[in-house]
């Protein structure tokens, strides 16, 4: 069987409601999917988020891939969406922050300045972690999340929780001391 016949297979399969048969779509379109976003994001950890995102939608509208579609183009479309959303999003987020600074701004800026800096270092150096190991830090150190709790919400071993927690807080307190010694 082609390619192409393969997909075909697996879609109608899935439109069926085969999630098997939709797991083998994701196999089979995850790594170009991820190529292609990160080339457009720029960003690994948001190109991953983005792609996960993808995959939710598309099982969601599976049923509306009509016959012969591609696809990968299919995937590809809806993935582009997804990171148009997520970069107006960001921009109207920017924004927001922008009018709050030049309302409230002018005579307390100076004095919280300081916090201002802090909380761009963090996030800085939190986007600098892998995904998985952010995502471990965020719930168990910023939203705390016990170490179990965190493991059943991202459906990791607890040993693997501990060891990113471990790792994270380890590569944020670096990143932190880096820009204490900059700024």
């Known amino acids: 069987m082609s390619p192409d016949g393969l997909d075909e ?9 085969s999630t098997a048969a939709f797991a083998r779509l994701v196999e089979r379109h995850q790594q170009a999917l991820r190529a292609f976003l990160r080339r457009t994001c720029g960003d690994w950890a948001s190109a991953d988020d983005l792609a996960q995102e993808t995959f939710l939608t598309a099982w969601s509208e599976i049923g509306r891939l009509t016959s012969g579609r591609s696809v990968r183009a299919w995937l590809c479309g809806i993935g582009y969406r997804k990171h148009l959303s997520a970069r107006r999003s960001h921009a109207r987020d920017r924004a927001r ?9 002018s005579g307390g800026a100076q004095a919280n300045r300081p916090m201002a800096d802090e909380r761009l270092a963090l996030e800085g150096a939190m986007a600098m972690l ?3 190991q952010r995502a471990c830090v965020a719930l168990c150190l910023a939203a705390d999340f016990s170490h179990a709790e965190a493991a059943e919400t991202l459906g990791l071993p607890l040993g693997t929780v501990k060891s990113h927690v ?14 204490d010694e900059r700024g």
């Open 9 to 17: 297979a697996l879609v109608a399969d899935a439109q069926a409601g």
């Open 97 to 105: 922050e922008a009018r709050y600074e030049a309302d409230h701004g």
């Open 166 to 179: 471990a790792r994270g807080r380890t590569r944020l307190l670096q990143a932190l001391r880096g820009a």
């Open 130 to 132: 892998p995904s998985e």
